[in-house]
């Protein structure tokens, strides 16, 4: 069955305006490693997280699962995981390339951030959904989904108000035994989530301009 489509009205100059000032919101996002507890009321979290749900998708399998956390006991367990993997990370001599990459961003394997941040958000994908009938049918752009939907859901928090750390330990299956998920989903990504500490610093980094980032063929 088809349906009307949800067309809008459209004004070029208005929608330039609107992309225009989003660009100067978006250019104050950041990556936060340092997080305040000032309260962050839990219904923005399940707005934006309704918001990532509306993301384009593979095939409208929707193949995601987004857990919050905020069970202090939960969180420092993944902080306890997180930091074991991340010493094996940054002792590891065959790393070096990918550590070296990683300097300029003044990151270590102290990961205080996961208990500090009011919320965590654990990303999973589903490659295959169970059946009513029994087994499993598989999805499709799993990855693909899940990264946009992901992005709805940093971008959503970011106009909120609201800051994030995406953040992906080298091996995340802890993840996936330590909040009992099922095993057709795999751990994603981990979002550490809430206000920056009023000291909160970020490494100073530049972003590609528009010319380095877009290629014309007109
Ligand atoms: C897929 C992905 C994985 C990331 N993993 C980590 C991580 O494990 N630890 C971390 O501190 N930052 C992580 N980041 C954050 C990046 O380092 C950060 O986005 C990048 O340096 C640009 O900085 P900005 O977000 O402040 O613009 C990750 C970002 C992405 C998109």
Redesign the pocket.
């Known amino acids: 069955m088809l349906e009307q489509a949800p067309v809008r009205g459209f004004d070029n100059r208005e929608a330039l305006e609107t992309v225009k000032s989003l660009l100067e919101v978006f250019k104050r ?3 936060i ?1 340092d997080f305040s507890d000032e309260e962050v009321d839990e219904q923005i979290i399940d707005s934006a997280i309704q918001i990532a749900g509306l993301a384009p998708n593979g095939a409208n399998r929707q193949p995601w699962i987004f857990c919050v956390i905020s069970d202090s006991k939960i969180k420092g367990a993944i902080r306890g995981f997180s930091e074991k993997e991340e010493k094996r990370f940054y002792q590891d001599p065959h790393l070096k390339n990918w550590q070296e990459t990683l300097q300029p ?1 003044h ?1 270590n394997q102290k990961k205080e951030f996961l208990e500090k941040a009011p919320f965590l958000i654990a990303v999973f994908a589903r490659n295959l959904d169970p059946k009513p009938e029994g087994g499993y049918r598989p999805n499709y752009y799993v990855r693909e989904s899940v990264g946009i939907a992901t992005g709805f859901l940093i971008a959503t928090l970011h106009l909120s108000g609201v800051s994030v ?5 080298t091996k995340m299956e802890f993840l996936r035994k330590l909040l009992n998920r099922p095993r057709n989903e795999k751990p994603f ?1 981990l979002l550490a989530v809430g206000r920056p500490s009023p000291e909160a610093k ?2 100073s ?1 530049d ?1 590609k301009s528009l010319d380095e980032i877009l290629a014309r063929y007109h």
Not at 165 to 169: E, N, S
Request: aromatic share 6%; charged share 25%.
């Open positions: 996002r950041r990556s490693r961003l990151t750390l995406t953040y992906t330990p990504m970020v490494p980094i972003k």
